[in-house]
């Protein structure tokens, strides 16, 4: 990431939320204070050297319809629908009383959703409209996969079966994650890559590089989410809940098919918690 200079005096008053080792900057802008926040700006307040940084910053903005509309930026200031930070914007939203209830709705990129909070967990449903993608990969990457699948599930998402759980260590999954993303099929819109370790029928391990971040995030809920819903191919059940083990703790999908083997009630469950306030002069 270059490294910006932000020559302004504007004071933002944020948060920073992690749900599972996925961090946030989250900033309440129901007011419309931050909407001249500009691209440089928001890479610069995710620059973990010269800003607060993060995995991502998400504004939480008015809406007409419902509780509010999530905006949110990857860390090269691209856009798309990140699980875990939707997570962390509800809990956000709840805990500086932007909304009161525990049931709530709320508009992102992909649509709108719905809700829980229950504590420290946030349960998410999700806006699930594709389904798994067998597919291949280009014949200059030589990794020897078991299976190797594509699943849009608000993010692009490659996902890879491996037989053994040691080779979801870091430094091979960067490598790995790095060359499949900027392969030529996916180098102009990108492309996560997660590797998967099957522990039982209804548990997995996996390890996720994100676009956007260019690196192994310690968690990733669409990820997750594509995972879990890949792994139901192996399983008879219309209906039923996977454990998903990531780097920085435990997440749950929970999923309904309909006749049609479409999925129509995809829920994802963890926890979001707070980290700390602070104020950032940029």
């Known amino acids: 990431m270059d490294n ?35 691209l440089e700006q928001i890479k610069h307040l995710c620059n973990r050297n010269f800003g607060i ?17 999530m905006d949110f930026f990857n860390p090269d200031g691209s856009k798309s629908f990140c699980g875990n930070g939707a997570r962390c914007a509800v809990k956000f939203a709840f805990d500086a009383n932007i909304i009161n209830e525990h049931k709530i709705s709320f508009e992102a990129i992909d649509g709108t959703h719905h ?85 039982d029928s209804g548990e997995l391990s996996i390890a996720t590089y994100e676009r956007g971040v260019e690196n192994e995030t310690l968690s990733c809920g669409t990820g997750a989410t594509a995972c879990a819903l890949i792994h139901t191919i192996h399983k008879k059940q219309q209906s039923g809940d996977i454990k998903v083990n990531t780097k920085g703790g435990l997440l749950q999908v929970t999923y309904e098919k309909n006749n049609q083997g479409r999925f129509n009630a995809v829920y994802l469950i963890g926890p979001a918690m707070l980290i700390y306030n602070g104020k950032i002069r940029i």
């Open 4 to 38: 910006v200079y932000i020559c302004s005096s504007m004071d933002i008053s944020f948060s920073k939320y992690q749900g599972t080792g996925n961090d946030f900057v989250l900033i309440d802008n129901m007011n419309g204070m931050y909407n001249g926040l500009e």
């Open 53 to 69: 940084g993060s995995d991502g910053l998400i504004m939480l903005n008015a809406s007409e319809s419902n509780d509010f509309y």
């Open 115 to 199: 809700a829980s909070v229950c504590s420290s967990e946030v349960k998410l449903e999700m806006a699930i409209d594709s389904l798994p993608i067998k597919t291949t990969l280009e014949s200059n990457i030589t990794e020897d996969f078991i299976e190797t699948y594509f699943m849009d599930t608000g993010s692009p998402h490659f996902v890879a079966y491996v037989d053994r759980l040691n080779l979801l260590e870091s430094k091979r999954l960067i490598q790995i994650g790095q060359e499949i993303r900027y392969s030529s099929e996916y180098i102009d819109k990108g492309i996560n890559v997660n590797l998967v370790y099957v522990l």
